[in-house]
């Protein structure tokens, strides 16, 4: 969620100095894109996963702070609810044999993490939302102690003006339409984000290629059917997110003003065409000032923090995100695409990262672009349809006509995710080992999303209520999980 804050609230004058300082900000990251070195001779990537804690019945465990205290890692941090935490990996590069690596790395930090949250009686589930999780779960005190997390609750309510309202429909009709005070349906939706530093010039192509690829990303990786015990969409999350955090009333919709969790609506030319639509059309919620003169930083031959800009482009909710960042007082770029559920493994979670550089570099480097050939509502349309349906739904892309997730993984898509991880430099062994998942998981059509529904309906044919087939279904799930095998090969009971 982002960087601490100081206040839990702000005034009008707050607000208003607020929106002159990003303004400032983007006034100040125009002219650098023009005139500034960015770092990009030595591209990283980057990982973000988010965490569910759950007590020996498999329900929320809402005791970060212990588990953190225990953990004693500043890689493990604070999310929204009390019961997620998230693990920050540090950058590295894609080449040679670095996948392996950092799987035996995150395997090793996460058991060591979940062996101290045992000893506060917390367990952790890497999973897209967490199948136990009630409304009454949310009665209590759920949220996180940070001031960020409360300002921002408090914000988005106040800008909507009423309660949440959720209404979400899965294809049998089960159904969940309720009321929120809040936005704490949000910290349901646990994801795995991937970070791509790329140069300025070349960030346009990336940003379109990965909103290109992102549905089959949620076609092949859906791991969140269920939610307040209701099996919905196959990736629910998507849907869960984009209400729970929607400052809209009903009016505001109905006149067509953009929703906080966005899609985008074109393709675009410029990473700044993002941020200036951010400015543009999305009202403060943390109104945060710094005393930074950006321009006279930039004249001083200085890389601006640009806070400002940067904290406000952290509530504009992309499923592609831009981000503008600095390392040792070098300001460098980078897509942060925030499609992927966590889990099922991190041989899963490693695959479709694999997945997605590969695919993402070859689809970038196009002579003619996959989205010259097609419109950015189509595009958004197939969002739609593989969050709803997972891997069996239909997609549109350019030269196959309408056709199915995993058929186009493996008649187009695989073999393009192979040639870029080449052309990264990664070896010979990762390419095939982390593709050969997504390939099992494409020719079986299980992933996380199938498994869980068919794991649960096995237990409510033997004789199981809903909620107590959710609970065995995430014994399993926490079973298999652990063991580190890919999704598609866990047996249903």
């Known amino acids: 969620?982002?960087?601490?804050?100081?206040?839990?609230?702000?005034?009008?004058?707050?607000?208003?100095?607020?929106?002159?300082?990003?303004?400032?900000?983007?006034?100040?990251?125009?002219?650098?894109?023009?005139t500034s070195s960015f770092d990009f001779d030595r591209p990283?990537?980057?990982?973000?996963?988010?965490?569910?804690?759950?007590?020996?019945r498999q329900q929320p465990h809402f005791h970060n702070a212990e588990v953190l205290e225990a953990i004693a890692d500043p890689g493990f941090q604070t999310e929204l609810a009390r019961y997620n935490v998230e693990l920050n990996v540090p950058p590295r590069p894609l080449p040679g044999d670095s996948a392996f690596e950092l799987e035996r790395d995150l395997r090793d930090s996460l058991n060591a993490a979940d062996e101290?949250?045992?000893?506060?009686?917390?367990?952790?589930?890497?999973?897209?939302?967490?199948?136990?999780?009630?409304?009454?779960h949310y009665e209590g005190d759920w949220i996180s102690e940070n001031n960020r997390y409360t300002a921002l609750n408090d914000s988005i309510v106040l800008a909507r003006g009423e309660?949440?309202?959720?209404?979400?429909?899965?294809?049998?009709?089960?159904r969940v339409a309720t009321y929120c005070t809040s936005i704490a349906p949000e910290s349901a939706c646990t994801s795995v984000q991937l970070h791509l530093q790329v140069a300025p010039h070349d960030f346009a192509s990336h940003?379109?290629?990965?909103?290109?690829?992102?549905?089959?990303?949620?076609?092949?990786?859906?791991?969140?059917?269920?939610?307040?015990?209701?099996?919905?969409?196959?990736?629910?999350?998507?849907?869960?997110?984009?209400?729970?955090?929607?400052?809209?009333?009903?009016?505001?919709?109905?006149?067509?003003?953009r929703p906080r969790v966005f899609f985008g609506e074109r393709w675009i030319t410029s990473i700044f065409d993002l941020f200036e639509e951010n400015v543009r059309y999305f009202p403060t919620l943390l109104a945060e000032v710094t005393d930074e003169d950006p321009m006279a930083k930039l004249e001083a031959g200085v890389a601006p923090e640009l806070a400002e800009l940067r904290l406000h482009n952290?509530?504009?909710?992309?499923?592609?995100?831009?981000?503008y960042d600095i390392v040792d007082g070098v300001p460098h770029l980078r897509v942060e695409n925030r499609v992927l559920p966590a889990g099922p493994t991190i041989a899963d979670v490693l695959a479709n990262a694999a997945f997605y550089y590969g695919a993402v570099r070859v689809l970038a480097a196009a002579d003619r672009p996959v989205w010259t050939k097609m419109s950015f509502a189509a595009c958004e349309e197939n969002f739609r349809r593989a969050a709803r349906d997972g891997m069996e739904a239909r997609v549109y892309w350019p030269g196959f006509g309408e056709v199915s997730a995993d058929e186009l993984v493996l008649r187009h898509l695989l073999p393009i995710a192979h040639e870029g991880l080449r052309a990264w430099g990664v070896s010979d062994a990762v390419r095939e080992h982390y593709l050969g998942i997504i390939e099992g998981r494409a020719t079986t059509g299980v992933n996380g999303a199938e498994w869980q529904t068919r794991t649960v309906r096995h237990f409510e044919e033997q004789g199981l209520q809903r909620r107590e087939a959710l609970r065995a279904m995430v014994e399993r799930y926490i079973a298999h999980m652990d063991a580190n095998d890919p999704v598609h090969t866990w047996p249903v009971p």
Do not use: C
């Open 116 to 136: 101290a949250a045992r000893e506060v009686g917390s367990k952790m589930v890497a999973i897209g939302i967490l199948p136990t999780i009630m409304p009454e």
């Open 1 to 34: 969620m982002g960087s601490e804050v100081s206040a839990q609230s702000y005034t009008r004058e707050q607000r208003q100095r607020y929106r002159e300082k990003v303004r400032q900000n983007l006034d100040v990251f125009e002219r650098m894109l023009t």
């Open 314 to 323: 952290g509530t504009v909710y992309r499923w592609n995100r831009p981000i």
């Open 163 to 174: 309660d949440v309202y959720l209404d979400i429909e899965g294809p049998t009709g089960e």
């Open 207 to 257: 940003w379109n290629a990965a909103q290109s690829l992102s549905p089959v990303q949620l076609g092949l990786a859906a791991n969140s059917p269920y939610f307040f015990g209701k099996r919905l969409h196959a990736e629910t999350r998507i849907e869960l997110f984009s209400q729970a955090t929607d400052t809209r009333p009903v009016e505001l919709k109905n006149q067509g003003v």
């Open 44 to 56: 990283m990537t980057g990982l973000e996963i988010e965490l569910n804690l759950v007590d020996d």
